[in-house]
């Protein structure tokens, strides 16, 4: 076997899935001080504590795509097309972790409420109604495996080599939230919040690719490799997908809780996602499950690249079993968020108090690998600077995915009108950063 026989095909599909980068977190909405009901998606116990009585959220989005595993330039190379230089694989290959991930995807708001009930002017609690549609994929996978399919057998003989991890998620699905924020104590130098969301959701489509099984033996002459393969991926509504079709259906609920003293401090807390997708309707599992010989085969023309016949060749080797009907169940993505502030206020010309310099530093922690979250920590500082109580700046910094990010906002109110853009990552746009990333957030609302 030569020792590049399935370089292409493999480096192909793992590096082409990849694109651009992002966070997968809007780090606008948690740092900004004029959007209350989105912030009150990441804390729940947020929603309320500005003062307004009446808020109205209108269409908003979110969008981000990644990996953290490619620079910005060999995105640009590997979307072009053509074939990939090797010098660009032998790169990538260098950077490679146990977990490499690939990922992309938006929310977009179309509508959402908030009110305040109160009695004699004092707070009782908030309520809020929120819809957001959703679309993610996320792709995990493990150092060896595109090792070998760049390198070929020959440097891993008499080796038994573990391919994995090889996971995959996607999905397109609508939110319908409930949500509910209440003052718990109200002492003289401390106040103490809590609040929840209980959410629906409806699915149109989704692919699971459950935590796969892959080892590899080549034989120490190089003549043959032993595959020892489990892969299993569910499939709902792929095959004509339709967004208006309900093929899966789930709950979930966030809750957390807020801190606030009089000298500035505050601390947030919440655990969001803590629920489960449920898939039954036009289901299908594809299962490649077994132990082959695999000897390799011969491209038409090495030196040309990948053509159609040489793919052919490839999948016929490769068969799955498809299997129509069933279910499958899959996580949210549910994840722990906290968030420290201090704050110098001012007030202005109407005599209303506000945050003029913050600083914040928040933790998101994920407890497992979905298309909206990983087990990938991110911690983030925040400096936001507003100006009488009308133009917000904001800039972040912060570690991710195993490198740097760094990202800027504003936000801009008249009225009870408000308006703010901004980004949680592009170090990857104009930094030689070992991540090709970029996001993009688009928030308007309007309190009274």
């Known amino acids: 076997m030569t020792s590049r026989t399935l370089a292409p095909v493999l480096a192909g599909l793992l590096l082409g899935w990849s694109g651009t980068a992002a966070a997968q977190h809007d780090e606008f909405l948690q740092f900004s001080g004029q959007h209350n009901l989105a912030t009150s998606t990441a804390f729940p116990a947020a929603l309320g504590e500005n003062g307004e009585r009446l808020f109205i959220n209108l269409p908003s989005l979110h969008v981000y795509g990644g990996s953290d595993f490619l620079q910005l330039g060999e995105a640009k190379e590997i979307l072009d097309g053509g074939q990939i230089p090797a010098a660009l694989v032998d790169g990538v290959l260098d950077r490679l972790d146990r977990r490499n991930y690939a990922f992309a995807g938006g929310e977009i708001s179309p509508l ?27 792709l995990v996978f ?48 401390m106040s103490m919040r809590a609040g929840f969301r209980t959410k629906f959701f409806m699915s149109s489509a989704a692919a699971h690719v459950r935590p796969t099984q892959a080892e ?23 095959s ?9 259906s789930g709950v979930g609920i966030d809750f957390g809780t807020s801190l606030r003293w009089t000298n500035g401090l505050s601390f947030d807390v919440a655990l969001n996602d803590l629920g489960y997708m449920r ?39 490769f068969q799955t079993e498809s299997t129509p009907g069933g279910s499958f169940r899959t996580s949210l993505g549910t994840r722990l968020q906290m968030r420290g502030s201090y704050a110098l206020k001012a007030y202005d010309i109407k005599g209303r108090s506000y945050d003029q310099h913050a600083f914040h530093l928040a933790y998101v922690q994920g407890f497992g690998d979905a298309g909206n979250s990983t087990i990938q920590p991110i911690i983030t500082g925040a400096y936001v600077y507003t100006v009488a109580n009308v133009l917000e700046l904001g800039a972040t910094v912060g570690y991710a995915y195993k490198d740097v990010d760094a990202g800027a906002f504003f936000s801009v109110r008249g009225g009870p009108f408000r308006f703010g853009l901004g980004s949680g990552d592009i170090t990857g746009l104009v930094l030689n950063s070992n991540k090709a990333s970029a996001d993009a957030s688009m928030r308007m609302s309007m309190a009274f």
């Open 142 to 189: 493990g150092e060896y495996l595109p090792r070998v399919a760049w390198e070929g057998n020959a440097p891993f003989a008499g080796t038994r080599l573990d391919l994995g991890p090889i996971e995959g998620n996607v999905f397109l699905r609508r939110e319908f939230g409930i949500g509910a924020a209440f003052p718990i104590l109200s002492e003289e130098k």
């Open 240 to 248: 004509s997908p339709n967004p208006m079709a309900m093929n899966g």
């Open 216 to 238: 590899l033996f080549t034989a120490s002459d190089g003549s043959q490799i032993d595959y020892d393969l489990l892969i299993k991926a569910q499939l709902a509504g792929s």
């Open 279 to 317: 898939y039954g309707s036009k289901v299908v599992t594809r299962t490649f499950e077994g132990e082959r010989v695999f000897e390799g085969f011969e491209l038409d023309d090495p030196a040309a690249g990948i053509d159609k016949d040489d793919i052919g060749r490839f999948n016929d080797y």
């Open 112 to 138: 959402a409420f908030g009110y305040q009930f109160r009695k004699k002017e004092k707070e009782l609690f908030t309520l809020s109604m929120t819809w957001t549609e959703q679309a993610a994929a996320q």
